[in-house]
C-alpha cells in the first residue's frame, strides 16, 4: 500500500441503507452504513434517484460522509452532543438501530431515526416531520437516558444540517434586531469557520437575533431564482444557531470537500441539563423550509406551512384593532376610554383592547411601571364600574374587548411580591437586580405555573366576555438562579422556564379556546415559531413610525406571515421618533398586514377622522386576501428608494399591491413594477384603493384592464412623486363577457 493510499487516511463505507425524507421539491438523504453510522448525503433539490446517487461510490469512495449527529469523541467534527454519561464518561459514539416511517396524512410523514450509544444506554431519536406541499421539514431530537444513573447533557441540538458541496459559495442572511429596531436584514458570505447567531435573554426569543435565517448557496440570494435553505427555531427562549464552514477531516487530499454543518440548539451558556435515569429531554423544533426559486419561494412556503399548523386560526381574519396604549398610556378612567371606545366606532374599528394599567390597587395601583405587577385584580380606584362596565360599553357599541397582561412579572411594589419573594427568578443570596422596576416570575416551579395560568384565567371566568389577550413580556433573565430548582440543578431554568411557560399557554388555549391571543414582548420581543403555535398574532414592535415599521414589517415578512403581524397606526409626531408622516402613508404601511389603531381618536381633526373612515373601509376590501394571500415582494427598502410588495390569492383572481417612497429626491427614476405570481392568461382590471379625497391616482393604468402577462412583461407604470408617497393598488380579475 502506498504511503498516500486513500484507504490509509479514510474509510469506505459500505452503505446498508438509505432514508430518504422527502417534500415536495427537497429531499434529505440519510444513509446508514455496514458500521452503523447514520450520515447525511444530502439536502437540496429532489433527487430522481437516490439509491444510484449515492451508490455511484463517487461520494463515498475514500471520503468521509458526515455524521448526522455529531458526538463529541465520536464524530470527527466539531460536536455538536457532548454528553457526560453515568459512569462519568465524556465520549458518546452513536450508532443507528432501526427507523420507522409514520403517514399521517396526504400532506405529512413523519420519519422517526432511532440511534444508541454504542456503550451505554443512551438513545437518541430523530425526527423529521415532512409537509410535502410547504416544502418544509420540521426536525427535533429526543434523548433517553436509560444508564445506570443521571447523565449530563452539556451540548445537544435540536438538528444538525451537514451539507457538502464543492461549487457552494453560501450567503447567509439573518435578521439583526433590538427594541424598536426588529429584524433588519444583513446578508454575508460564509468564510471559513464558525458564524453563530445568539440570544441569550432566557424571556426573549428575537431581540438581538430573530431565530431564523436564509442561506443561499449560489451567491447572494434573489428574490425570485437560485437554491436557498432556511431554518427557523422554534424556541421562546434562548438560543444558538451555528454556522460551522470547514472541510472533511478525515477525507483523503484529494476528495476533500468544503463541509458546512449548520445546527440550532436552545442550550447557550451554563445551561447544562441533569437527566435522571429513565427521563427522557426533548428539543425544540427547527423548522427547516427549502426553495429553488429563491427567497421568495422561501417565505410563501413558511407562511403557507404557519397558517395551517403553527398559527391559532390561521385562516380567519383578525379584527381591526384600536389598542390603548400610545393613546392614554396610564392616564385614563373610564370616560376616556369609552370615548375612545366611541371614536373607534366612528372609524369603522372593530375591537377594543386596554393595554396597562388596569390593576392593582391603593399603593400598588398600576399607574406607572413602578407598581402593580402581579396583582391581577381590578383597580376599583381607576374603573369603578370594574371591568364588566367597559365590556358591557363595548358590546353595545358592537365592539369586541380585549385586555393586557403581563403575568410572568412581578413589581416588588405589590401583594404578590410581599406574599411570595421565593417566586422570583434570582440565586438566593443575591439582590434582586430590577429592570423596568420589575423582576421575574420562576415559570420552572409548577406553583408560580398555576398562579400564573390562574391570574389570567380567572379574569377570563369572571369576563366571558373578553376575547383577546395582549401577553406582554417586557424584561429578560438577569441574576440567573432558581430558588425552586436544587443546587445541582440550577442550569435547568434556561428550558424550564419555557417548557413551563408553554404548559401556561397550552391551558390557556385549551380551555379558553375562542379568546385571541396576542404575543407582545417590549415589541417584537417573542417572534418565533414557538410562540405563534399558541397565538393569533405578534406585536411587530413598539416603533410604531411608519418609515422604520417599512424596513421591519419588510424584515418580519420574510419569515412569518402578514395575517400574524399586528401593524398599528399611531398619532404623528411619533412618539418613538418624533417623525411626521402623512396619515395615508401611516395607514398604507399598517394594512399590508393586520391593521390596527395606537391612538386617541379625539386627538384627530375632523379631515384626518374622515381619511381613516375610508381607510378602513378599504382594508376590508383587502383584509382576506392580505391575510391570507401569497407574499410576493417587488422592490426592497434596502436596494431601493422604494418599498413594494404584494399578496395574490390562492386563484389568482385577485392581488393587492403596496408601493411605498421612503426617499425623495430630484432626478429620481420612478420605477416600473413588474408584477408577480399572477395568470398571464387572466385579465385583470387595475384600481387604486384608498386615495385623499380628491387624489388623483399614482397610477397611469388605473381603471384599465390588462392582461396577466402585460402586467408580468410590461409592468405597471407608477407616479409616487413627494416624500413618503404611497399606493394601494387592487388587481382583479376580469372575467370578458
Ligand atoms: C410594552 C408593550 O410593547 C407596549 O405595547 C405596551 O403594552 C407596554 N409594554 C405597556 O406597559
Not at 395551517?308 to 386560526?313: A, K, P, S
Amino acid at each position: 500500500m502506498k504511503l498516500n493510499d486513500k484507504a490509509i487516511y479514510s474509510p469506505e463505507y459500505n452503505i446498508e441503507k438509505i432514508i430518504t425524507i422527502e417534500t415536495k421539491t427537497a429531499a434529505l438523504v440519510l444513509a446508514v452504513c455496514q458500521e452503523k453510522s447514520l450520515l447525511t448525503c444530502h439536502f437540496g433539490g429532489k433527487l430522481d434517484n437516490p439509491e444510484s446517487y449515492i451508490a455511484t461510490g463517487k461520494i463515498l469512495k475514500g471520503e468521509e460522509l458526515p455524521k448526522s449527529i455529531s458526538a463529541f469523541g465520536g464524530s470527527e467534527h466539531n460536536a455538536t452532543l457532548r454528553i457526560t454519561h453515568a459512569d462519568q464518561m465524556i465520549s458518546t459514539e452513536l450508532i443507528y438501530t432501526t427507523h420507522v416511517i409514520k403517514k399521517i396524512d396526504n400532506n405529512r410523514v413523519e420519519t422517526i431515526i432511532t440511534l444508541k450509544d454504542k456503550l451505554h444506554h443512551l438513545h437518541v431519536e430523530l425526527h423529521y416531520l415532512a409537509y410535502a406541499a410547504e416544502d418544509i421539514i420540521e426536525c427535533w431530537t429526543v434523548f433517553e437516558n436509560n444508564e445506570a444513573g443521571v447523565i449530563t447533557l452539556h451540548d445537544y441540538a435540536s438538528f444538525e444540517l451537514a451539507i457538502s458541496n464543492q461549487t457552494a459559495d453560501y450567503h447567509m442572511t439573518s435578521f439583526f434586531g433590538l427594541w424598536e429596531r426588529e429584524a433588519s436584514i444583513q446578508e454575508e458570505k460564509l468564510t471559513f469557520g464558525i458564524k453563530t447567531l445568539e440570544n441569550n435573554f432566557g424571556t426573549w426569543s428575537s431581540f438581538g437575533f430573530n431565530p431564523a435565517f436564509l442561506l443561499s448557496t449560489e451567491g447572494k440570494s434573489h428574490e425570485d431564482f437560485g437554491e436557498v435553505i432556511s431554518g427557523a427555531y422554534a424556541w421562546t427562549g434562548s438560543w444558538k444557531i451555528d454556522f460551522n464552514y470547514n472541510f472533511n477531516k478525515l477525507a483523503h487530499d484529494s476528495v476533500q470537500r468544503q463541509l458546512l454543518t449548520v445546527s440550532a440548539t436552545n442550550q447557550t451558556v451554563a445551561a447544562d441539563y441533569h437527566l435522571n435515569q429513565g427521563k427522557s429531554l426533548t428539543t425544540p423544533k427547527f423548522i427547516l423550509n427549502y426553495s429553488n426559486q429563491g427567497t421568495g419561494k422561501i417565505s410563501r412556503n413558511f407562511h403557507q406551512w404557519s397558517r395551517q399548523y403553527n398559527l391559532r386560526d390561521g385562516d380567519s381574519p383578525r379584527p381591526i384593532v384600536l389598542n390603548s396604549w400610545e393613546g392614554a398610556h396610564f392616564d385614563y378612567n373610564e370616560d376616556v376610554l369609552i370615548d375612545m371606545m366611541d371614536g373607534l366606532v366612528k372609524m369603522g374599528g372593530e375591537m377594543f383592547v386596554l393595554d396597562d394599567g388596569w390593576f392593582g390597587e391603593n399603593e400598588f395601583a398600576r399607574d406607572s411601571i413602578y407598581s402593580g405587577l402581579g396583582d391581577w385584580q381590578v383597580n376599583r380606584s381607576k374603573l369603578p364600574n370594574g371591568l364588566e362596565y367597559l365590556i358591557e360599553q363595548a358590546g353595545k357599541r358592537d365592539l369586541a374587548f380585549g385586555i393586557w397582561f403581563e403575568p410572568e412579572m412581578v413589581n416588588p411594589n405589590s401583594e404578590l411580591f410581599k406574599q411570595h419573594p421565593e417566586w422570583v427568578i434570582k440565586q438566593p443570596e443575591r439582590d434582586n437586580i430590577l429592570y423596568r422596576q420589575q423582576l421575574v416570575l420562576d415559570l420552572s416551579n409548577p406553583l408560580v405555573q398555576e398562579h400564573v395560568y390562574q391570574s389570567v384565567a380567572n379574569i377570563l371566568e369572571q369576563h366571558p366576555g373578553i376575547s383577546y389577550i395582549k401577553w406582554d413580556c417586557n424584561r429578560s433573565f438577569t441574576n440567573f438562579g432558581s430558588q425552586f430548582l436544587s443546587k445541582n440543578n440550577q442550569s435547568h431554568l434556561w428550558y424550564d422556564y419555557v417548557q413551563g411557560l408553554y404548559s401556561v399557554y397550552h391551558r390557556i388555549e385549551k380551555n379558553f379556546p375562542k379568546v385571541i391571543l396576542q404575543v407582545c414582548a417590549s415589541g417584537g420581543g417573542r417572534i418565533d415559531f414557538g410562540s405563534l403555535k399558541y397565538h393569533h398574532e405578534f406585536w411587530a414592535s413598539d416603533n410604531t413610525d411608519a418609515l422604520q415599521r417599512v424596513y421591519i414589517q419588510w424584515g418580519l415578512s420574510h419569515i412569518y406571515p402578514a395575517i400574524a403581524c399586528a401593524n398599528h397606526v399611531s398619532i404623528c409626531p411619533n412618539h418613538q421618533t418624533g417623525r411626521t408622516l402623512p396619515l395615508k402613508f401611516r395607514f398604507d404601511v399598517a394594512m399590508s398586514g393586520r391593521l390596527g389603531l395606537e391612538l386617541k381618536p379625539s386627538d384627530l381633526s375632523e379631515t384626518s377622522l374622515n381619511f381613516v373612515q375610508e381607510a378602513v373601509k378599504s382594508y376590508k376590501l383587502i383584509r382576506e386576501v392580505v391575510s391570507k394571500g401569497d407574499l410576493y415582494r417587488i422592490m426592497s427598502p434596502y436596494a431601493s428608494d422604494y418599498s413594494i410588495l404584494s399578496y395574490l390569492c390562492e386563484k389568482k383572481q385577485k392581488l393587492v399591491m403596496f408601493a411605498y417612497k421612503l426617499n425623495h429626491l430630484l432626478g429620481q427614476l420612478m420605477p416600473t413594477v413588474k408584477l408577480k405570481g399572477i395568470s398571464p392568461s387572466k385579465s385583470y382590471l387595475i384600481e387604486e384603493i384608498n386615495l385623499r379625497n380628491n387624489q388623483p391616482s399614482h397610477c397611469l393604468q388605473n381603471g384599465v384592464v390588462m392582461s396577466g402577462s402585460d402586467l408580468i412583461s410590461k409592468g405597471l407604470r407608477l407616479n409616487l412623486n413627494e416624500e413618503y408617497d404611497s399606493a394601494v393598488i387592487t388587481f382583479i380579475e376580469h372575467l370578458r363577457d
